[in-house]
């Protein structure tokens, strides 16, 4: 029985995407094995949530291992769809909102892409199997560091990781096709709308005054930035600067003004 599941909701190879070689890209995995179980459960859920784009489902499920991500007290919830701790305050995002946010960025082999807070590095992960380039930048020397080995480890080599912050994003790589913050602003960051390439996408949660964090996608077009509103989600804060080890607060590094300065602005808000 689990078998013919398998057939039914295993993805299988993305129309029109050619195959992959990465070393250790295919995770193995026996049917029986509790993990296995979990990927089964996930992959219907996903795609009762309405994941479906097959190249995300495939790289969620079969592509990237995400119990190598998760401390190994988790390790048996790594499929759950829910958000894990991965220390030092921060999370992994739940699997839905991995998958949903990467399919509002449009999967596409040439396009390149920012992503701001690696943390683990998952959804990192999860976009070098869709998109040509990622570069993720993370607030977290320790954090950066640990994501950059495990991302290696792992044969990952389309993923740039920058130790910086991430309100500055990346000039000198810019523009980009996509920018995915996995951290909630309570401003879209106009240095981040300057980085967007013409019919880009910024995918992002925004934090309200009310306190509810919404997600969001804006589309440069050449009219101006048109909004998209999506579902409720809880990210953690993106904050300001790298904080400082050794006096452990936070440096301020200059950034442009954070006001939006598109003069055109769809709202469906
Ligand atoms: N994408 C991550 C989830 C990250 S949690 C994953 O797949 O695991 C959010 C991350 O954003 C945290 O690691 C946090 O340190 C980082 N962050 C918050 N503000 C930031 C900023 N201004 N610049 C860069 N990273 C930031």
Redesign the pocket.
């Known amino acids: 029985m689990l078998r013919r599941l398998r057939q039914w909701f295993s993805p299988g190879p993305a129309a029109g995407t050619a195959p992959r070689d990465r070393p250790g890209a295919e995770t193995t995995s026996s049917l029986d094995s509790p993990l296995a179980q979990a990927k089964l459960e996930l992959g219907m859920q996903l795609r009762l949530q309405g994941i479906t784009d097959s190249r995300v489902l495939r790289a969620m499920l079969d592509l990237v291992p995400r119990e190598d991500?998760v401390a190994a007290a988790m390790l048996d919830r790594a499929y759950e769809n829910v958000t894990l701790p991965?220390g030092?305050g921060?999370?992994?995002?739940q699997p839905f909102v991995?998958a949903l946010m990467t399919q509002l960025l449009e999967p596409g082999e040439g396009k390149r892409i920012l992503?701001?807070?690696?943390?683990?590095?998952?959804?990192?992960?999860?976009l070098s199997h869709l998109f040509g380039q990622v570069h993720?930048?993370?607030?977290?020397k320790d954090?950066a560091e640990t994501?950059r080995q495990r991302l290696d480890r792992l044969g990952v080599g389309n993923v740039s990781v920058h130790l910086?912050?991430?309100?500055l994003g990346l000039s000198e790589q810019a523009p980009f096709d996509g920018i995915i913050l996995?951290?909630a602003p309570r401003e879209v960051p106009a240095s981040l709308v300057n980085q967007l390439a013409e019919g880009g996408r910024l995918v992002m949660p925004l934090e309200l005054e009310s306190g509810e964090q919404y997600l969001m996608r804006f589309t440069n077009s050449k009219a101006g930035l048109f909004e998209e509103r999506f579902t409720e989600v809880r990210?953690?804060?993106?904050?300001?600067?790298?904080p400082d080890k050794k006096r452990s607060q936070t440096t301020v590094i200059e950034h442009e003004s954070l006001k939006i300065e598109s003069p055109k602005v769809d709202s469906s808000l």
Not at 90 to 93: D, E, P
Not at 115 to 124: D, F, K, L, P
Not at 164 to 167: A, L, P, R
């Open positions: 991500f991965i030092m921060q999370t992994i995002s991995v992503e701001i807070g690696t943390g683990c590095g998952y959804q990192a992960a999860i993720s930048i993370e607030r977290h954090l994501a910086g912050d991430g309100f996995t951290a990210f953690v804060p993106m904050l300001q600067g790298i």
